[in-house]
């Protein structure tokens, strides 16, 4: 059974850079997507970004420049990094494996991490 | 940006109940769009991928329908189980968005 579990700090200060890490178990890393989320106290879903295994990225653009996604695939391992975060950034940030295929409607986040939450505060 | 509309936005229902939840997409996502159940402090479950595929696992008394820009999930037989919040999401492009969320409450 593939399991995600995210750790880093659950508190950053402003204009501070988020630094989040998913562990990958149970399953191989390759040919997948691998996908941060947010979701903030109360409120909806946002997609951050996904790495493929092989490292190319897509970012939302609504993170301009601050945020980068990375694997590293002999610790099974992927990390989000959040920059100049404000209090908008706290929220739950969950990482997932993203299962896709290019020529069917196979697309889906299938597993989950638990949730971490991260509080932007001084 | 595909925006994602989810009606209604709280439900209450019994147990038992057949209930719908409609969401609609700002352009055509053909059948990329998925359905996801989440409860309180845990992390989002995939329901139906594809507009209408169960995802193994699920019971079938959920199902999907759509394509284009309108969908619906509806669940044949409400279990207390099944109270809890209901997302849609689109795949047909980058960058990924949801709905708003569909609240179902016990009546």
């Known amino acids: 059974q593939v399991q995600l579990q995210e750790s880093g700090p659950g508190l950053v200060k402003p204009s501070e850079t988020l630094s989040l890490t998913c562990t990958v178990s149970g399953g191989s890393i390759s040919s997948y997507y691998w996908t941060w989320f947010r979701q903030p106290p109360g409120k909806g879903l946002e997609w951050i970004g996904y790495i493929y295994y092989s490292g190319s990225t897509v970012y939302n653009p609504s993170f301009k420049s601050r945020v980068t996604i990375s694997v590293d695939t002999s610790k099974k391992q992927f990390s989000l990094k959040l920059s100049s975060v404000t209090a908008a950034d706290t929220a739950v940030y969950y990482c997932a494996r993203h299962e896709y295929s290019s020529s069917s409607a196979l697309r889906k986040f299938d597993y989950w991490g638990q949730g971490t939450l991260v509080t932007v505060s001084s | 940006d595909i925006q994602m509309t989810q009606s209604p936005s709280s439900l209450s229902a019994s147990v038992g109940d057949r209930v719908t939840i409609t969401c609609r997409a700002s352009?055509?996502?053909?059948?990329?769009l998925n359905w996801y159940l989440q409860k309180p402090g845990k992390a989002p479950k995939v329901l139906i991928y594809g507009a209408s595929s169960l995802q193994n696992g699920v019971p079938s008394r959920f199902s999907g329908s759509g394509s284009g820009t309108d969908f619906t999930l509806t669940i044949s037989a409400l279990q207390p189980e099944d109270f809890a919040t209901y997302y849609c999401q689109q795949s047909y492009s980058t960058p990924i968005t949801f709905g708003q969320g569909t609240r179902l409450e016990i009546k």
């Open positions: 352009q055509s996502i053909s059948i990329y």
